[in-house]
């Protein structure tokens, strides 16, 4: 099974300044044929279902601010907040889907300071 | 818009069973996979289980396998989670998310609000 693992577990910004969460996979999940990296971020509010950022490790999905941004180097994988919102308080997931099982991160809370 | 509903949780004894729906609406449901992803009291998210668009093809969490049982069906627009053998640990929220294509291999674009099974004596 291919693990992720996300760092730091939890941490706080204050509003306005940059928030950066990591996430390393324990194998590569680039489809070398397509050049993609089957990785995606969500997002979980308190109380309810999580929702996607971003997906294919940085493409940002419709209706998502762009302050979020997602990249890539191998097996590392950054998710950014540019300028952190009272709103992105929340609870951050990297999942891979390239080979199943697909394995989601523990996830990285994030809070206002 | 895209929505997806669930139903089936509950309270269950060790060693039941249970079946979970998820009535999809708002997208040609025949056209794409189709996953659940479970996430115990406080704890972080779990895949589990996904199926293909023609339901041809499925795979399973080690976790559940040989217990659980994906299936669909097209012509109601409804996902199933047929789980049987029920654990503890399967105490749950169980999420039908909507996968970005029509094979297994994709992002979940679209979540459920969830329903809870409980296995408990």
């Known amino acids: 099974d291919i693990v992720m693992t996300q760092s730091p577990d939890s941490l706080a910004v204050s509003l306005g300044e940059r928030a950066t969460i990591n996430c390393k996979s324990s194998?590569?999940?680039?489809?070398?044929?397509?050049?993609?990296?089957?990785l995606a971020w969500y997002q979980q509010k308190p109380g309810q279902p999580p929702k996607l950022l971003i997906y294919w490790a940085s493409t940002r999905e419709s209706g998502v601010p762009d302050r979020f941004s997602g990249s890539e180097s191998g097996t590392d994988f950054t998710l950014t907040i540019s300028s952190l919102q009272a709103e992105d308080v929340a609870v951050y997931y990297c999942q891979q889907y390239y080979g199943t099982p697909f394995t989601f991160g523990p996830g990285t809370k994030v809070d206002i300071k | 818009e895209v929505q997806l509903l669930e139903s089936g949780g509950g309270l269950v004894q060790p060693g039941g069973s249970l079946r979970l729906s998820c009535a999809a609406a708002g997208f040609t449901f025949s056209s794409y996979a189709m996953s659940w992803v479970r996430q115990a009291p406080g704890k972080g998210l779990e895949w589990v289980s996904v199926i293909r668009d023609s339901g041809a093809t499925t795979y399973y969490a080690d976790s559940v396998q040989g217990r659980f049982t994906i299936s669909r069906d097209n012509s109601k627009n409804t996902l199933y989670l047929q789980m049987n053998s029920l654990r503890a640990e399967d105490t749950a929220v169980y999420y039908c998310?909507?996968?970005?294509?029509?094979?297994?291999?994709?992002?979940?674009?679209?979540w459920g609000q969830g329903t809870l099974v409980t296995v408990s004596s």
């Open positions: 998310a909507k996968v970005s294509g029509g094979r297994c291999y994709g992002s979940l674009d679209h």
């Open positions: 194998q590569s999940v680039l489809y070398s044929s397509k050049n993609k990296n089957y």
